[in-house]
């Protein structure tokens, strides 16, 4: 069983371009999360998604960040118009509906660099 | 809200010494609580977790931990240090019985081993 995967691993954005990162949950997996991990803290919470909708999205910023899960194909989050304070690692996690095992699998990151 | 405070941004011990990592949380409601190894480069992988029972869970790699209501702590250790142990260790508290599985992180704990 594939574990959660993201892509690009890297990703090097000029200021004002777009970045547009990807997660692809692990099967069964129904829920995606989104995390931000800035240079030396802990990660934050950015978005909680299920199929079709968006759940809890009170750790996005208010603009240029937006994040989708349809219905077929992976999660994407979607930065427009790129600044230096973007830099940071984005991690994924997913988990399964209602499994009762409270736990998050994570994806392996994507650096972004915002030159 | 909640909170997590990790106390020690950075922790040495020698190969075969104890490993004690400080986590204090603050919930509005009884947490769910976990511990994350980030290696280099890596995503986060999970170490143990504390949903409900017994207040002792051990996880993977010989690392264990106590849920302390009293003290609102959940320390994690280690009897006997090794080197593949260094990496990054993140507690992470949920507010799942809400409904929401959210995560909330500590800054981390980077821990190095000292042959």
């Known amino acids: 069983n594939a574990g959660v995967m993201q892509n690009p691993r890297h990703l090097v954005r000029r200021r004002g371009q777009e970045a547009r990162l990807r997660c692809s949950p692990m099967?069964?997996?129904?829920?995606v999360y989104w995390y931000r991990q800035l240079p030396e803290e802990g990660l934050k919470f950015m978005v909680y998604?299920?199929?079709?909708?968006?759940?809890?999205e009170s750790g996005m910023p208010k603009e240029r960040f937006s994040a989708e899960f349809p219905k077929e194909g992976p999660s994407i989050l979607r930065i427009q118009q790129v600044v230096r304070g973007d830099s940071a690692a984005y991690f994924c996690?997913?988990?399964?509906?209602?499994?009762?095992?409270?736990?998050?699998?994570f994806g392996p990151g994507t650096r972004l660099t915002v030159t | 809200a909640q909170s997590v405070t990790q106390l020690g941004s950075h922790v040495s011990v020698s190969e075969g010494a104890l490993v004690l990592l400080r986590c204090n949380y603050s919930?509005?409601?009884?947490?769910?609580l976990f511990w994350y190894v980030q290696y280099p480069n890596q995503g986060l992988q999970l170490l143990l977790k504390?949903?409900?029972?017994?207040?002792l869970v051990k996880g993977i790699n010989g690392f264990e931990a106590e849920f302390k209501k009293s003290e609102t702590s959940f320390h994690l250790t280690k009897p006997s240090a090794h080197m593949s142990d260094a990496a990054e260790y993140f507690c992470?508290?949920?507010?799942?019985?809400?409904?929401?599985?959210?995560?909330?992180f500590g800054t981390g704990t980077r821990l190095t081993i000292i042959p």
């Open positions: 996690a997913s988990s399964p509906p209602a499994s009762g095992s409270y736990e998050q699998y």
């Open positions: 099967k069964g997996h129904s829920h």
């Open positions: 998604l299920q199929k079709e909708n968006i759940i809890d």
């Open positions: 919930s509005s409601v009884p947490p769910y």
């Open positions: 504390y949903t409900t029972g017994a207040t």
């Open positions: 992470a508290v949920s507010d799942r019985p809400l409904g929401n599985e959210k995560l909330t």
